[in-house]
């Protein structure tokens, strides 16, 4: 059935974890716990792997990485050793909750979902692209002429992202404040001023305050030092959003039902696990002469004819087989690839040891099995270092296989994999109930079930979550 309410609004609020959110924070949230209060929340469970991109798109299309054959920002061209390129909205090609909206003739606003540059044409859309949008100075919405209206509401500069992994965490704080508040600008303009039955946003700036900062206000961090002088940043932002949601709720007005829903969580890095060195010392990667100085996998002199397999740094791993026949200079003979594979997943997950001397509890990925269907430039192994607590950093040259800081800059959080769900009604009183079992895939079903749009039967992953559909 339709839902009562004629429009619906989902707030995106990258990286958020429900142990910020829903419990250290939540009484200092005035209208983010009204909503609590009244409606629905839960834990909502991410997708593998828990990365910004994929995931906004695995919630708004309800299928998962493989199908869409994107696990993160940076994918390796085809079988290079060295070739990459990142994923931008030309790489998304399943149907999204907006497209199956437009062709219905339902307007949607859509405000920096990721990957949303270049933005697309769509009708009965208007779009302003996401944060890898390269400058002010590209199109970066749809219709053109919208990006006069966001640079006017924006007193001439709009802010798509932030530089964190920086030492001047003054510098940050101070640019993270004011793109927020400009995002929140353009997000009361566009609906106030623009026709909508579905309206999405997302602010990346979470995401950014937690990998620059989480260090000054978590006491478990390993790097925590009481009494900091960001100790209280990040009540300082949340508070500072929590009063722009209630302006922009009240701008969707009595009649429609708003979502606040992040695509992972957040929590504190332990540290970065040199998987190279690692694959090195194992006899997997060779290199022609010893690595002297730290350097990226991609700049060094590696020897392919003895190599069998390298890896890729990031919150996860990815690992790579050099294959006869499959990559130029390959060595594992095709029939023996399920073999290797084998070997090495059993070495990762039963011998690497933290810096302490304990067993890590390491999770390995073969995306075909993970996936069912695993589309596009796939790595072909996945690997998360105890339970994603440590990065995976992809130099080499390090005197450790343990960093305390991350490879390519500083950063003191990494993903996890529940971030939040809330759910509020004006017209429904929900009393706070709290939902079991969501999962991010859920949401695109969910959402055309409440517009009354029948199932597509092309491989949907989610389920409709009967309580918020109103069944």
Not at 25 to 48: Q, R
Not at 244 to 265: A, K, M, P, Q, Y
């Amino acid at each position: 059935m339709q839902h009562k309410g004629t429009k619906v609004a989902i707030i995106g609020l990258d990286s958020v974890p429900p142990e910020l959110m829903f419990s250290k924070l939540l009484g200092k949230l005035p209208n983010i716990k009204h909503m609590y209060d009244k409606g629905l929340h839960g834990n909502l469970t991410t997708c593998h792997p828990p990365i910004t991109v994929p995931a906004w798109m695995v919630m708004m299309t309800g299928k998962n990485p493989g199908k869409l054959g994107i696990y993160g920002f940076r994918h390796r061209k085809g079988h290079s050793y060295k070739d990459g390129y990142i994923v931008n909205s030309a790489h998304v090609n399943e149907e999204t909750v907006w497209q199956a909206l437009a062709r219905q003739g339902r307007k949607s606003i859509i405000l920096a979902i990721p990957p949303g540059y270049p933005p697309k044409q769509i009708e009965n859309c208007n779009i302003v692209s996401c944060f890898i949008t390269p400058s002010m100075e590209k199109s970066f919405t749809y219709p053109a002429e919208l990006k006069d209206e966001v640079l006017n509401v924006a007193n001439g500069k709009y802010i798509f992202d932030v530089t964190f992994r920086t030492e001047n965490r003054d510098a940050i704080k101070k640019e993270l404040f004011e793109m927020t508040e400009k995002r929140f600008d353009v997000a009361e303009y566009l609906a106030e001023n623009k026709p909508w039955d579905f309206f999405i946003m997302h602010e990346i700036g979470f995401d950014r305050l937690h990998h620059a900062f989480w260090k000054f206000f978590d006491p478990t961090h390993p790097k925590y030092v009481k009494g900091n002088q960001y100790e209280h940043l990040d009540e300082e932002y949340y508070k500072m959003v929590d009063g722009r949601i209630g302006r922009l709720v009240n701008v969707f007005g009595e009649d429609c039902v708003t979502f606040i829903l992040s695509d992972h969580g957040s929590k504190g890095m332990r540290g970065a696990f040199c998987v190279n060195q690692w694959l090195e010392r194992e006899g997997y990667l060779a290199f022609k002469s010893p690595v002297a100085d730290v350097t990226d996998i991609d700049k060094a002199d590696v020897d392919w004819t003895k190599t069998k397999a390298w890896g890729w740094g990031g919150y996860y791993a990815r690992i790579f087989f050099n294959v006869k026949g499959r990559e130029p200079n390959g060595i594992i003979d095709p029939n023996n690839l399920s073999l290797e594979k084998k070997k090495l997943v059993e070495k990762i997950k039963n011998t690497i040891l933290d810096d302490d001397g304990r067993k890590m509890n390491n999770l390995v990925f073969e995306p075909d099995e993970l996936y069912g269907i695993a589309k596009g430039d796939k790595p072909d192994l996945m690997v998360y270092f105890g339970d994603l607590d440590w990065r995976s950093a992809g130099t080499i040259g390090h005197n450790s296989l343990y960093l305390s800081e991350n490879d390519t800059g500083p950063d003191d959080s990494v993903h996890s994999m529940n971030g939040i769900f809330l759910m509020y009604d004006p017209h429904r009183n929900l009393r706070g109930k709290e939902l079991k079992g969501l999962k991010i895939e859920d949401i695109a079903p969910t959402l055309l079930q409440m517009y009354g749009i029948n199932l597509p039967d092309n491989g949907i992953d989610g389920r409709v979550i009967r309580e918020v559909a109103g069944l």
